[in-house]
């Protein structure tokens, strides 16, 4: 019978419904999460995707709340209904969309997220609704809302936190989805038995096989979801993947086709064993040369130790300082085999020093400076990254340079997503810096660019022909100043915090090429 039928929910029964809030709103956050977060990871510009899905959810949510309206009694039953709805749907929100971009169109993904949020906002549009009325029967409407909305945004909280901190460096995103999946279900499960007395025979059958097959769905997907991961991920590299793992800050992917070994980050290619060599000497070398001295060389980036093995070649290097953000990749690059081999245990040696620290932070609370410093950080595909190729970022980062110093940063592809190149090269030039672009062919990333800094005299690059390089001589480093007008310069805007034009300059750029 519905339960307005019968005198309303005692304490114990509305102890467990406000428990459930909480569970529920941290499920509902996390699935938000979990869409937002992969979204970002296949598809790149966080922005929009986390833009994409709050505002979809929402639309959901209100979608939900609406349809509340034309509940008019049962709302036991239909909570129930609508956690194990949710559970299903959250639950395997992760691999759905997973499967869709590996194996289809882009616009098939937006379809599907789309059609996925829809679904699970629209249950999560119903809980809170259902739960009120449920709870508020012959209590104060107000008092009930009160508490079941402080415990929602508590709830939301929790699931913030947890989901970046835990969740996803330890599950990642599909098992996590499973785990929250399975949570909404235990507690359809919860007030399934909870309230049996005031369900019929009828309604109690169904409900419990329903939620029986949604349990055993839901662990299944969690303890399979890793290989399930496996298979789909696999489709989305040529090569064989040899180690995945998930960090707080971004997904690690090692491949291997017989001698090429690739390392992926978030999707994106850091290098590759074949050709790395033409990157990082180019990137390393040049700026070596610009500067008068080499005692101290600070790294920002280059977790992967293959600056560091490039800088080891000069006898007065004296200190190495390497600063990446994941402490992941650089014990990655100390005990993988695979990078050792191409950084040579560079990161074991004693005159390099590792700290795991974001570089922005690290340069705000230093007060070193440098002769050398070479910037080997991923492509400014998200705003976050776009901060560290920002004005204010060039600008504190003069105060750490000496005044006969250098340093360089790689730039991305002139040829790819050429004003992107560019506004990081006017940008350095609008911090006050005398620069030199330079362009280098490394076949696995194509057409690539840097750009050497000075803070007082132009740059004047040379290479030492006593190290033993494979790339790089005086006839190369000059053919890498020679930019042909398809990549020539072009006027751009400035990159800065409040204004980050190089994500869309980024992302406008590649999509040409897809």
Request: proline share 4%; aromatic share 10%.
């Amino acid at each position: 019978m519905p339960l307005t039928a019968v005198v309303g929910v005692s304490p114990r029964e509305r102890a467990t419904l406000l428990v459930s809030v909480l569970i529920i709103s941290i499920c509902a956050l996390v699935y938000e999460l979990i869409i937002a977060t992969l979204s970002s990871y296949l598809l790149g510009d966080s922005v929009t995707q986390f833009s994409f899905t709050i505002g979809f959810f929402l639309f959901a949510m209100g979608i939900g709340a609406l349809l509340s309206r034309q509940i008019k009694g049962a709302e036991v039953r239909w909570f129930i209904t609508v956690e194990i709805l949710t559970g299903i749907f959250g639950g395997i929100s992760a691999g759905l969309l997973y499967a869709v971009f590996t194996l289809g169109e882009e616009s098939y993904y937006y379809l599907t997220m789309f059609a996925v949020t829809l679904a699970v906002g629209i249950c999560i549009g119903l809980e809170i609704p259902l739960l009120t009325r449920i709870v508020a029967h012959r209590a104060d409407l107000s008092k009930a809302l009160a508490d079941i909305m402080s415990l929602d945004y508590l709830g939301a909280l929790v699931g913030s936190l947890a989901f970046p901190i835990i969740l996803l460096p330890l599950l990642g995103v599909t098992q996590t989805a499973f785990i929250m999946g399975l949570l909404n279900v235990l507690v359809a499960g919860l007030c399934l038995n909870l309230f049996r007395s005031r369900l019929d025979g009828y309604w109690r059958i169904r409900l419990t096989a329903a939620w029986v097959a949604a349990l055993l769905f839901m662990a299944a997907g969690a303890v399979f979801s890793a290989d399930f991961v496996r298979v789909f991920e696999q489709q989305l590299y040529a090569d064989v993947i040899i180690h995945h793992q998930q960090t707080p800050y971004q997904r690690i992917i090692i491949t291997r086709n017989n001698d090429d070994v690739r390392l992926f980050l978030d999707g994106n290619l850091q290098l590759s064993s074949r050709d790395e060599y033409r990157y990082h000497e180019v990137l390393v070398h040049p700026v070596m040369g610009a500067a008068r001295s080499h005692e101290t060389v600070l790294v920002l980036g280059g977790g992967d130790g293959a600056v560091a093995r490039e800088l080891l070649k000069y006898d007065d290097v004296e200190r190495i300082i390497i600063v990446d953000l994941d402490p992941e990749v650089t014990a990655l690059a100390r005990t993988s085999l695979l990078l050792r081999e191409i950084n040579e245990d560079s990161l074991d040696d004693p005159r390099v020093t590792v700290v795991n620290d974001d570089a922005y932070r690290f340069l705000e609370e230093s007060s070193d400076v440098y002769p050398v410093v070479i910037i080997d950080l991923p492509d400014p595909n998200n705003e976050s990254l776009s901060k560290l190729y920002s004005r204010q970022f060039y600008e504190l980062l003069r105060k750490h340079i000496t005044p006969d110093g250098a340093f360089v940063t790689q730039a991305t592809s002139p040829y790819f997503v050429r004003e992107a190149f560019w506004t990081i090269a006017n940008t350095i030039a609008a911090s006050d810096f005398q620069i030199l672009p330079l362009r280098a062919y490394v076949p696995s990333f194509g057409e690539w660019g840097f750009v050497i800094g000075t803070p007082q005299r132009p740059p004047a690059v040379r290479v030492d022909e006593t190290l033993p390089l494979r790339y790089l001589t005086p006839e190369v480093l000059a053919s890498t100043l020679v930019f042909d007008p398809d990549i020539a310069r072009v006027e751009t805007g400035i990159n800065t915090l409040d204004n980050p034009v190089l994500v869309q300059a980024y992302e406008k750029g590649w999509r040409q090429w897809d």
